[in-house]
């Protein structure tokens, strides 16, 4: 590369739980830079999983962080050309990509749900995930399944 690359840019914690991780989930959520609608859809659905809850010990932030980590991959599949023929490589994924993954799922799954409001989309998505269950769970299972599937091509490593 010619030029050095982008430094990481320091996220405010949310002001209601004071998570930096709050805050990079309402971003993704963000539309047309109106993130005070993004902060009150998300609290909106943090307190529907409050109200749903079976669980009773954990809070409704420890049942959306369980989604979360439920939703993350741990490896992908990485094209790469191998004289002439594309292989599809398997790869283990950096933390920050790992999240960013499981956060861009979760949104887009919930999205994709048929209720009312997206706050209840995203609560029903938040108390899917946490109890490994959902789509944007069964989109980490496809793609580890993948990774699995390539295993063989993961000499061709770059």
Known sequence: MRKRSAKKRLLLPDPKFND???????????YDGKKSVAFKVFYDAIDIVEQRKQDEEKTALEIWKQGLSNVMPHVEVRSRRVGGATFQIPMQIR??????????????????????SMAQRLANEFLAAAKEEGAAVKKRMDTHKMAEANKAFSHFRF
Do not use: C, Q
């Not at 930096?20 to 963000?30: A, D, K």
């Not at 933390?95 to 009312?116: G, T």
């Open 20 to 30: 930096e991780l709050v805050t990079r989930f309402v971003n993704n959520l963000m």
């Open 95 to 116: 933390p920050d990509r790992k999240i960013s993954m499981a956060i861009k799922w979760m949104l887009l799954y919930a999205k994709k749900r048929n209720e009312k």
